[in-house]
């Protein structure tokens, strides 16, 4: 009898261990998802803004994050950037915890020190944090597209349609050729509260116009086309506020027949409604498929 008992208590005691290791092992389990959901809202780029200042900080998956500081006047347009800063992070029980490991802007992020703060509040649009001496900074997240060389920067990109226009003649015995472009302006660094001006129809008319007076010899090869998108930026500039930072060419196509305008009009009205092309991918020119070579963007 006293075997039975015993035998009992102990399979009681079983049951009740294993009870609790599952109980503990969903705790933990609840606990890993919440600090993977918050890491996954970190991810992104933030925006601080004190004292005229605002720092920038992109922060990626990869466990990196990099880091720059701009002055804007009163007018909140950006006046100076004072330089950048990079390094690692991870997120541990609520904590965020920023290593840097280079910087040029030491009063901000000086090289080598560790910064834990404290994740108040985490949202897709809003980060609270408390750093260590218990000072509140409340992050923005901001949707811009970025630069590709700098990931902090806030360079809007303004996608254009395609353009088609007959390059001049320069003589009633020169053959028709048409210039087909496809292109979009990179803007300068903007402030957060900064809209992107419009592209105003004037814009476009006074391109159609500039581009309508080139000649083939303008654009025959690749460094005269890369030489008339100065050109290009200044004629449009003052539409767009003074903003166009570059005038980036995707693609560009020099046709002798209307079919072939036709063609490139339609392929890229089409792309413009799709995710817009990679700075850097490459594009082509070509005359009748007579001359094609591959082109990186301009």
């Given amino acids: 009898m006293k075997q039975q008992v015993k035998e009992m ?3 009681r005691g079983a049951v009740f261990c294993a009870v609790m ?5 969903g705790i933990a389990g609840c606990g890993g998802e919440r600090e993977k959901k918050e890491a996954d809202l970190i991810l992104g780029n ?8 605002y720092t920038l900080i992109a922060i990626d998956m990869k466990g990196t994050w990099i880091s720059s500081v701009r002055i804007a006047d009163v007018t909140s347009k950006i006046v100076a950037s004072r330089g950048t800063a990079r390094g690692t992070w991870h997120l541990d029980d609520k904590q965020l915890i920023l290593t840097v490991e280079k910087s040029d802007i030491e009063d901000v992020w000086k090289k080598n020190d560790t910064h834990f703060y404290k994740v108040l509040e985490i949202s897709k649009q809003l980060m609270v944090l408390e750093s260590e001496s218990g000072r509140k900074e409340e992050w923005k997240k901001t949707l811009t597209r970025k630069d590709k060389d700098d990931p902090s920067a806030l360079n809007p990109i303004v996608t254009m349609a395609p353009y088609a226009v007959n390059l001049d003649r320069h003589s009633s015995n020169a053959r028709d050729r048409y210039l087909c472009l496809n292109i979009h302006l990179k803007l300068m660094e903007l402030m957060p509260e900064q809209t992107v001006p419009q592209f105003h129809p004037r814009a476009r008319d006074a391109a159609i116009m500039y581009l309508s007076s ?6 025959s090869d690749f460094d005269r086309i890369r ?6 930026k200044d004629t449009l500039n003052p539409y767009m506020e003074g903003l166009i930072k570059d005038v980036v060419i ?4 020099i046709a002798v ?3 072939k305008v036709e063609q490139f009009v339609i392929e890229h009205t089409a792309a413009s409604t799709q995710e817009e092309p990679a700075e850097g991918e ?3 020119t070509s005359e009748e498929g007579v001359e094609k070579e591959d082109l990186k963007a301009l």
């Fill in 227 to 232: 030489a008339q998108k100065k050109k290009l």
């Fill in 250 to 253: 995707d693609h560009v196509v």
């Fill in 257 to 259: 027949s209307t079919a």
């Fill in 282 to 284: 490459k594009g082509e």
């Fill in 214 to 219: 080139l000649t083939y010899d303008d654009v």
């Fill in 21 to 25: 290791f599952m109980f503990l092992v």
């Fill in 9 to 11: 208590m102990l399979n």
């Fill in 46 to 53: 933030w925006t601080h803004y004190k004292n005229r200042a």
